[in-house]
Nanobody, 121 residues
Framework: QVELAESGGGSVHVGGSLRLSCVASAPMFMGWFRQVPGKEREFVAGHSHNGGAAYYARSVRGRFTISRDNSKNTVYLQMNDLKPEDTAVYFC??????????????????WGQGTQVTVSS
């Protein structure tokens, strides 16, 4: 089991920005999901450990940027131009190696505790 420590999140107005961080106890493919009450967890973004490939959900492409610092086993999610529909609990995830099913929550056994992001109009 890999430990994940999230930080960041909070409340902003529409058009604002926030940055989430997540530290893993080992080098892994890492990413973010989000969830609102009554809905399934939704893939947001992912980043490979090797090669630098990044993956995004269509709903956040162009507004969110995922990056990582491999020396710190840390992944960042910079969220710009936030919208009310981005309001959710955001979860950091990690898995050993890349999977073509990276956008499915069942592909991950390692989850962070979640951090709330609230965007108000």
């Amino acid at each position: 089991q890999v430990e994940l420590a999230e930080s960041g999140g909070g409340s902003v107005h529409v058009g604002g920005s926030l940055r989430l961080s997540c530290v893993a106890s080992a080098p892994m493919f890492m990413g973010w999901f989000r969830q609102v009450p009554g809905k399934e967890r939704e893939f947001v973004a992912g980043h490979s450990h090797n090669g630098g490939a990044a993956y995004y959900a269509r709903s956040v492409r162009g507004r969110f940027t995922i990056s990582r610092d491999n020396s710190k086993n840390t992944v960042y999610l910079q969220m710009n131009d936030l919208k009310p529909e981005d309001t959710a609990v955001y979860f950091c995830v990690a898995r050993r190696g890349f999977s073509v099913q990276y956008s499915l929550p069942t592909s991950y056994v390692n989850w962070g505790q979640g951090t709330q992001v609230t965007v108000s109009s």
